[in-house]
């Protein structure tokens, strides 16, 4: 079997046999899926840019079981790999087994949506990897409105992606196009294919006004879900712009850049203003993604190549300080059992190495010099200037200041302040909930101080 291929089998595979296990089993489940994660990882590194094709359909399109990752999707992949294991070994829910089958089942889909080089498989896989997130909003959510919301929504984008996806195999005569270079659909039902994909990509990213299924779903899934929910599933929209639309059908990007600049304006202020003034920690990360994803809308729409690389860095570094944000405020939910920040304060007397950890992630999404966030912003920022939207580089700049403001609230609320004599300390973080974050705040680090690695694409 080709290694590429094995790589996004294992985890669906593994996640299955999970259920094998004891249902009140919590260690083994944990310990298995925390290896297969780590398995995945080399994986994905020893297959690098391999591919491995097998026939579909020859009528009335052609179309593959085409997998390989692409110089885009291969550091997405990595991060999706990074973030799966930091999530299992940070999972301490009821019904671990479950859970933990569940998270690898995510990963499993999402990888053969990342990986996929044919438009109907990535399609498929676009559909697929809302299983596990809507069972586990069923198993473990606050309410059972979210999940619906969450799935009728992106199920109307997989609608639209998948009608467009059959339009465009019937007239280009193949959807085994993703990478390919040369391939290209312009003119007769091309707009209209553009605009069947444009909308799936806006609702999976979100952006304002399709955003609202999104802070429901991140704050009432468990922190370990919602961690590689919003580091990597958001960035399945983001990335089908750039690999699909940027890529197939260039000069409607191009003509519809004013609209999608707009929407990614709106989504910036509209986000960080929300997130300034919310009282549940989670719902402030929540609304703080959204806000930052609608910088990369900006990039994307602008065209700029040096916006597109800042992009790339961008995406790797919120999926990084997003998901350490989600696992470190679970972490602190576990503690106090609240994350309203009127309940919580001066926690970082007691706790210094989970103060530590939020002020890492903090300080990388307001993007503090040094970390990955202020990296993908900077690179961000120049490229789109100098594609000529001075007002979008504006807009984002404010953006980027009440990311400070909130950012540095959510940390003040939770951390400082005099610690409450009547709380029973509680121990800080342990060595196994430290490996669990750790990984990501390294990562922000390394690529903070170096992004040339993923500039290049």
């Known amino acids: ?30 310990a298995i ?69 569940l998270l690898l089942m995510l990963e499993g889909t999402m990888l053969g ?7 109907l498989v990535f399609a498929l896989f676009w559909d697929l990897m809302l299983i596990p997130v809507f069972f586990a909003l069923v198993g473990w959510g606050e309410h059972p409105a979210t999940a619906w919301r969450y799935f009728i929504y992106n199920l109307a984008g997989g609608l639209t992606l998948l009608l467009a996806t059959a339009a465009f195999g019937v007239i280009y005569g193949s959807t085994d196009v993703i990478g390919r270079s040369g391939a290209h659909l ?19 990213t979100p952006v304002w006004p399709l955003h609202t299924w999104m802070p429901p779903t991140y704050s009432g899934l468990p922190a370990p879900m919602a961690a590689v929910v919003s580091a990597v599933q958001s960035k399945a929209g983001l990335y ?35 997130a300034l003034v919310q009282n549940d920690a989670k719902r402030i990360v929540a609304y703080s993604s959204l806000s930052h994803l609608g910088l990369i809308v900006i990039a994307v729409a602008s065209g700029n190549r040096i916006a597109l690389e800042g992009a790339l860095v961008y995406i790797v570094a919120h999926g990084l300080f997003s998901a350490a944000l989600f696992l470190v405020l679970g972490y602190v939910e576990e503690r106090e059992d609240t994350r309203l920040l009127t309940r919580l304060g001066g926690l970082g007397w007691k706790n210094p190495r989970l103060a530590g950890a939020l002020c890492v992630a903090a300080l990388a999404a307001l993007g503090l010099p040094g970390l990955a966030g202020f990296a993908g912003e900077l690179v961000i920022l120049i490229g789109v200037y100098q594609a000529g939207y ?24 939770i951390m400082n302040g005099p610690p409450e004599a009547d709380v029973p300390v509680r121990a800080d973080l342990g060595w196994i909930e430290g490996l669990a974050v750790a990984p990501l705040l390294v990562a922000l680090v ?4 170096y992004p040339a690695p993923l500039l290049h694409p």
């Open 1 to 30: 079997m080709p290694l590429v291929l094995a790589t996004i089998l294992l985890p669906i595979a593994a996640g299955a046999l999970l259920y094998l296990l004891p249902r009140e089993d919590r260690t083994l489940s944990r």
């Open 33 to 101: 899926g925390a290896a297969v994660a780590a398995a995945t990882f080399a994986m994905l590194l020893a297959a690098g840019t391999g591919e491995c094709s097998f026939r579909w359909l020859s009528r009335p399109f052609a179309a593959a079981f085409h997998f390989g990752a692409t110089p885009v999707s291969f550091w997405i992949a990595l991060l999706l790999a990074v973030c799966t294991f930091c999530a299992i070994a940070a999972s301490r829910v009821p019904r671990a087994r479950d859970f933990v089958a």
């Open 113 to 119: 949506l990342f990986l996929a080089r044919d438009l």
């Open 186 to 204: 312009a003119g007769g039902w091309a707009g209209w294919i553009y605009a069947g994909f444009a909308f799936a990509f806006l609702v999976k």
């Open 240 to 274: 089908g712009f750039i690999a699909i639309a940027l890529a197939l059908m260039p000069e409607y990007v191009h003509a519809n850049a004013l609209p999608l600049m707009i929407l990614g304006a709106i989504s910036l202020i509209y986000g960080a203003v929300v």
């Open 390 to 413: 001075v007002w979008a580089v504006i807009v984002a700049l404010v953006a980027i200041v009440l990311a400070s403001a909130y950012m540095l609230r959510l940390y003040q609320d």
């Open 446 to 449: 390394l690529i903070g101080v």
